[in-house]
């Protein structure tokens, strides 16, 4: 049986373990997403920019849903505002 020094030290070598499996699976995520988005015909900025505003929408609906916390006016403007600047992003992929 493992002492308690032995057992802590077991038990944090583990979470380190379990802290770089998971950046690096994120990390490799990210590459692909980067990734995938050039092989999109608009910019990938602009697809970047709509994925961006259901994101931070997302998010606030996590918030409240998950979370428990009432949303603010600041909150709900906040998205209104970053889907108003996703919206004048993608529509400039349709004039150029």
Do not use: C, N
């Not at 998010?59 to 909150?75: E, K, N, Q, S």
Request: zero cysteines; hydrophobic letters at 60%; glycine letters at 12%.
């Amino acid at each position: 049986m493992l002492g308690p020094i032995k057992h802590r030290e077991s038990v944090v070598v583990g979470l380190l373990l379990a802290i770089t499996i998971a950046t690096i699976h994120a990390a490799l995520s990210l590459a692909l997403f980067a990734w995938l988005l050039t092989l999109h015909p608009t910019a990938a900025g602009r697809v970047y920019a709509a994925y961006g505003a259901v994101y931070v929408s997302v998010a606030l609906v996590w918030l409240r849903v998950v979370d428990g916390v009432p949303l603010t006016l600041r909150d709900l403007v906040g998205v209104v505002v970053v889907f108003v600047g996703m919206g004048v992003l993608m529509g400039g992929a349709q004039r150029g």
